[in-house]
C-alpha cells in the first residue's frame, strides 16, 4: 500500500486543529465582524445606547481629524518604507560581499529589532531634548538651528528615523538572504565577461531581485501601518495631530480620551485601516504566488 | 570577489563601520547617558563621556519601579504564551499536513485569515471581549488570546509538507497511535522549525507593549515595557540619566541572550518575515 495522507483519523485531526481554530475565530475573526457590525451603530465607550447610524460614523471620522490621520499615516508608512528599503539594501550589498569578517556583522544589525522598542523610543525622546539632546548638542556644534519634537515637522521625521532605525534590520536580513539565493555563476560569467560591479548591479542583481524588493516593500509597508510604540513615547500623536496615524487615532478614541472617546469612530476607523492591510496584503499572496511560479523565492 | 583591490576592500570596511555606528549610536549614548550625572546631562558643554561613571544610577533606577516584578512577569507572559503558540501551532499545522477531512480547507482558510487581521485592527472588541468574561486585567485576559499564532499554524504545515510520510506509516504498521507518532516521529523532527519559531515568537512575546496597555492596568501585572513607561512617570526633572538607566535595564538582557543566540534569531527573523 502506498502512503497516503490518513483519511481515518478525523477526531485526531479536529482535535489538533481544535485550539489555534477556537482562538483565531474568538479573538480574531468574531471580533472582526463586531468592529465592521458596530462602525454602523454610535454609542459611547462603553458600548450601551447603541443607535443604528449607517455610515455616519464614516462620515464624523473624517470630521473629527481621520481624513488628516490617513493622510499622516501615508506620509509616515511611505517614508519609513523608503528609508528602510533603501538603508536595508545598501547595508545588505555591503554585508554580501564575500571578505573575512562580514558575515559576523550580519547578526549586530537585529539588535534594534529585539530590544525593547520603549526603551529605545526613550533613547530617541533623549535626542531631541532642548539644548542637551545628542542630535541638538551636534546641531548647535555646527550652528544650525534647534530641532524639537513639538514642531509638527520635526516630529513626523522623528518618528520616521526611528521607525526606520528600529526595523531596518529586517530588511538588511531579508535582502541578505535573497541575495545569497542568486545563481553565482550567472554573476561569476558576467565579472568574467568583463561586467563591472556597476553594471552586474543593474542589469543582472537588480532585475533577478525586483520580486523579492516587491515583497520586502508589502511587509515593510504592512509593518509601518502598525506602527504604535514609537509614536506613543515620542510624540503621542502631537504636536496638534501632527503623528496622529490611523491606528494612533484608533487608539486614542478607543482608550486614550477615556470617557472623550468614540467606539463607533474607532471601529470605523479600524474598519479603514484593514481595508488597507487587506489591499496590501492580497498584493503580497499575489507577490508571494507569482514569485513561487517563477521559481525566484 | 577575487582580487578585490585594497582600496575598494578599504572602502568596504569602513561604510560597514559606518553602518554598524547606526545601529549602535542609540545604545552607545544611552549607556553614556546612563552613567551621567544630573549636572552633566544638564550642561551641553560638558563631554559625551560619563566620567567618572555614576554606576549607582542604575541601583537609583532599580528602587524607583518595581523591575523585579516586572521581569517576572515579561518572563511568565513570554514563556507561557511561545509554549502555548508552538504547541497549538505545531498540532493544527500538523494535522493540516498529514490528515484528509472534511472542510479541511475551509478551515485552514479560516486559521489563515487571522494572519489577514492585524490585532491592530480588532483591539476594541477584543478588550471588550475580555470585558464581557471579567478578564480585564487578569492573567487569563493576558494569556489566553495571545496562546495561538496563526503564522506558527502556517510554517509547521509548511514544514510537515515536506516531511517523508514513510516514517509515520512504519509505526502505525507497528501498532503506534495516532498521538505517538505525532509526538515520537514527527514533532522530533520539526526540530529546526521549532527552533527558529522559538525565537522570534518569544522576542515578539516579550517585546509586546500594545496589547498589555490595554488590557492592564495594575502594576502587579506589569510587563517590562509599560513598566517602563510608568518608571517614566515617577522620575521627574529634565535630567533624563535616570530615565536611561531604566532603558539600560530593560535592554541589556534581551541584548544578551540575542547575541548568544544570535544565529537562531536571524534564520527565525528571516523565516518569520518571508512567511
Known sequence: MPPSRRARHWSTAYTFVLPVLALTVLFSIMPLVLVIQRSLYRGNVFGTNLSFAGLGNYVDVFRTGGGHALVVTAVYTAGFVVVCMLLGFGIALLLDVRLPGLRQVRAFFVIPLVVPSVATAFIWFTFFQPGTGLFNRALNSAGLPQVSLSNPTDAVIAVIAFGAWQYFGEVVLIYLAALKSLPRDVLEAASVDGAGAWQRLRHIRFPLLRDQTALIMVIATLYGLQTFTQIYILTDGGPQGATQTALYYVYQQGFGLGAGGSTGLADAMSVILFLISLAVAIIQITLVSRAARTGAA | ?275
Not at chain 2, 577575487?2 to 549614548?29: C, D, E, H, N, Q
Not at chain 2, 499545522?93 to 486559521?111: E, I, N, Q, S, T
Not at chain 2, 478578564?135 to 488570546?145: F, K, M, S
Request: hydrophobic share 55%; aromatic share 12%; net charge positive.
Open chain 2, 1 to 275: 570577489m577575487i582580487g578585490m583591490r585594497l582600496p575598494a576592500k578599504t572602502a568596504i570596511y569602513l561604510l560597514v563601520g559606518v553602518s554598524v555606528l547606526l545601529v549602535a549610536f542609540p545604545l552607545l549614548w544611552m549607556v553614556a547617558a546612563a552613567l551621567k550625572t544630573q549636572s552633566q546631562i544638564i550642561n551641553p558643554n560638558a563631554s559625551l563621556l560619563p566620567l567618572p561613571p555614576r554606576w549607582g544610577n542604575i541601583a537609583t533606577a532599580w528602587d524607583v519601579a518595581p523591575f523585579g516584578t516586572f521581569f517576572l512577569n515579561t518572563a511568565i507572559f513570554s514563556v507561557v504564551t511561545t509554549v502555548g503558540q508552538i504547541a497549538t501551532g505545531m498540532l493544527a499545522g500538523y494535522a493540516f499536513a498529514m490528515f484528509d477531512f472534511p472542510a479541511k480547507r475551509v478551515l485552514f482558510y479560516l486559521v489563515m485569515s487571522g494572519l489577514m487581521i492585524p490585532f491592530t485592527v480588532v483591539i476594541v472588541p477584543v478588550v471588550q471581549l475580555l470585558a464581557d468574561f471579567g478578564w480585564v486585567d487578569t492573567w487569563q485576559g493576558l494569556l489566553v488570546p495571545n496562546i495561538a499564532s496563526a503564522l506558527g499554524c502556517f510554517l509547521f504545515r509548511q514544514y510537515f509538507l515536506s516531511a517523508p510520510l514513510e516514517l509515520g506509516e512504519a509505526a502505525r504498521i507497528d501498532g503506534a497511535s495516532e498521538w505517538r507518532i505525532f509526538w515520537s516521529v514527527y514533532r522530533p523532527l520539526a526540530q529546526p522549525m521549532t527552533a527558529a519559531f522559538t525565537v522570534i515568537a518569544f522576542l515578539q512575546n516579550w517585546n509586546n507593549f500594545l496589547f498589555p496597555l490595554v488590557v492592564t492596568s495594575s502594576e502587579h501585572l506589569m510587563m517590562i515595557s509599560q513598566g517602563l513607561t510608568i518608571f517614566q512617570g515617577q522620575i521627574t526633572g529634565t535630567a533624563y540619566n535616570l530615565l536611561m538607566a531604566g532603558s539600560l535595564i530593560a535592554v541589556v538582557p534581551v541584548l544578551i541572550v540575542a547575541m548568544i543566540a544570535q544565529r537562531k534569531v536571524v534564520e527565525g527573523l528571516t523565516i518569520g518575515a518571508l512567511r
